[in-house]
Nanobody, 115 residues
Framework: QVQLVESGGGLVQTGGSLRLSCAAS????????MGWYRQAPGKQRDLVAR???????NYADSVKGRFTISRDSAKNTVYLQMNSLKTEDTAVYYC?????????WGQGTQGTVSS
């Protein structure tokens, strides 16, 4: 019912920035939670950031102070602004949403940080 489409991935140098977008389509309800996960090669998929409401956010310790998650409810879109990028941030980034208790995942977008 719900589809998540990520965009904004790419290749940047250390210290650069990327802005990821996740557009949700389908049946969208007012009660929802959205977030970003990432998976580096050979690593487990880990939570990067999540937003439960317009102001309630959580971040992984490794990205605090550098990444910012936000949501545009009118567009059913969640964003992840990634600044001061490090090579360790290289991963496939996945959008995740919980809508009426159901979990949805996007296909992922590649973010690569080169030295």
């Amino acid at each position: 019912q719900v589809q998540l489409v990520e965009s904004g991935g790419g290749l940047v140098q250390t210290g650069g920035s990327l802005r990821l977008s996740c557009a949700a389509s389908g049946s969208i309800f007012s009660s929802n939670s959205m977030g970003w996960y990432r998976q580096a090669p050979g690593k487990q998929r880990d939570l990067v950031a999540r937003i439960i409401s317009g102001s309630n956010t959580n971040y992984a310790d490794s990205v605090k102070g550098r990444f910012t998650i936000s949501r545009d409810s009118a567009k059913n879109t969640v964003y992840l602004q990634m600044n001061s990028l490090k090579t360790e941030d290289t991963a496939v980034y996945y959008c995740h949403a919980i809508v009426d208790g159901y979990h949805y995942w996007g296909q992922g977008t590649q973010g690569t940080v080169s030295s």
